[in-house]
């Protein structure tokens, strides 16, 4: 967690050691949000591919007949969670090249 911390504390310390104007401290708190957004996103999703494979193993090593049922239904599952993360690096490029509080 110190790391983390000190991490945060060097990345505000380049964000305002930049010039006084608005538009270059936008510029550089978006790019720690976008940073900060992907890697929870990844976070997340990482640890719900996780869980959603763990449970199919589960099930199919109780029931093997329903495997293909469950490989399905698993496939759809992983395809709504990286979804998520895909609108998240969507959410993040754009802050990042149309940022919209640029004016």
Do not use: C, W
Not at 36 to 62: E, S, Y
Not at 82 to 101: G, M, R, S
Request: hydrophobic share 60%; charged share 10%; net charge neutral.
């Amino acid at each position: 967690m110190k790391k983390f911390f000190l991490l945060f504390l060097a990345l505000g310390a380049v964000a305002f050691a930049a010039e006084a104007d608005g538009e270059s401290m936008i510029k550089a708190y978006s790019v720690v949000a976008a940073g900060v957004g992907l890697g929870l996103a990844a976070l997340g999703g990482a640890i719900g591919m996780g869980h959603t494979a763990a449970a199919t193993i589960a099930g199919t090593a109780r029931n093997p007949g329903l495997g293909g049922k469950l490989m399905t239904t698993m496939f759809i599952a992983l395809a709504m969670i990286e979804a998520q993360v895909i609108y998240t690096l969507v959410i993040a490029l754009i802050a990042l090249y149309a940022n919209p509080f640029l004016g």
